[in-house]
């Protein structure tokens, strides 16, 4: 499998712990848009979302998913997002890539 298979794959796989009836936090990059395809599955067994980017609320939002804002919600049922690198001590890092940059 090609890395962007995999990361497919994780994004898909996430969903079996997507809870109906929660809010879904949802981050940014590569694995968190194949994610966001995969809960377009699930847009009517959902609340909603909240996003860490503007390029994931729109594409939240393109597949009929409400985007909250963050200080709307008390709780997240589940916040899914991907790493940059992973050690073999299990520490990540996350934001190594262009998500953050203007």
Same mark, same amino acid.
């Given at each position: 499998m %090609?890395?962007d $298979?995999?990361?497919?794959?994780v @994004?898909?796989? =996430?969903l079996?712990?997507?809870?109906p009836?929660?809010?879904v &936090? !949802? @981050?940014?990059?590569? %694995?968190a848009?194949?994610?966001i395809? =995969?809960?377009? %599955?699930m847009?009517?067994?959902? $609340?909603?979302?909240?996003?860490?980017?503007?390029?994931s %609320? +729109?594409k939240l939002?393109?597949? @009929?998913i409400h !985007?909250?804002d963050l200080? $709307?919600?008390?709780?997240? &049922?589940?916040? !899914?997002?991907g790493?940059? +690198?992973?050690?073999g001590?299990?520490?990540?890092i996350? &934001?190594g890539?262009a998500?953050?940059?203007?």
């Open positions: %090609t890395q $298979e995999l990361k497919k794959a @994004g898909w796989a =996430a079996q712990y997507v809870q009836g929660t809010i &936090g !949802v @981050g940014t990059g590569s %694995t848009a194949h994610f395809d =995969a809960l377009g %599955t847009k009517g067994q959902i $609340e909603g979302a909240v996003s860490s980017s503007d390029a %609320t +729109e939002k393109s597949l @009929g !985007v909250f200080n $709307e919600v008390d709780s997240l &049922g589940i916040y !899914v997002d790493a940059d +690198e992973i050690n001590h299990m520490q990540m996350k &934001g890539g998500g953050a940059d203007p």
